[in-house]
């Protein structure tokens, strides 16, 4: 079992920032690494971010190239998402994500609402 806390989420005004965070109760094994998903309403979950736990590879939306940047730090086992540049159709649930062995865990979703 991997249990994902995520944390960061808010209220912010069109171009604003936040930074989300996401401690993992442990390292999953495997190369995937944790990654960011998110959900708006009445839509279906979409990929946000990935980062592998050891390669210099960095995997992004095409809606989140230039404005979010994904990173982690192995020592905390916690993987980061800055997103600058927000936008209304930002606003969803913002979803931690870990992969082991084929099986998805996930955090429990933290708020991130855009306001125009």
């Known amino acids: 079992q991997v249990q994902l806390v995520e944390s960061g989420g808010g209220l912010v005004q069109a171009g604003g920032s936040l930074r989300l965070s996401c401690a993992a109760s442990?390292?999953?094994?495997?190369?995937?690494?944790m990654g960011w998903f998110r959900q708006a309403p009445g839509k279906e979950r979409e990929f946000v971010a990935r980062i592998p736990w050891s390669s210099g590879s960095l995997y992004y939306a095409e809606s989140a190239k230039g404005r979010f940047t994904i990173s982690r730090d192995n020592a905390k086992n916690t993987v980061y998402l800055q997103m600058n540049g927000l936008k209304p159709e930002d606003t969803a649930v913002y979803y931690c994500?870990?992969?082991?062995?084929?099986?998805?865990?996930w955090g429990q979703g933290t708020q991130v609402t855009v306001s125009s």
């Open positions: 442990r390292r999953t094994f495997g190369s995937y690494g």
């Open positions: 994500n870990a992969r082991e062995r084929g099986y998805d865990y």
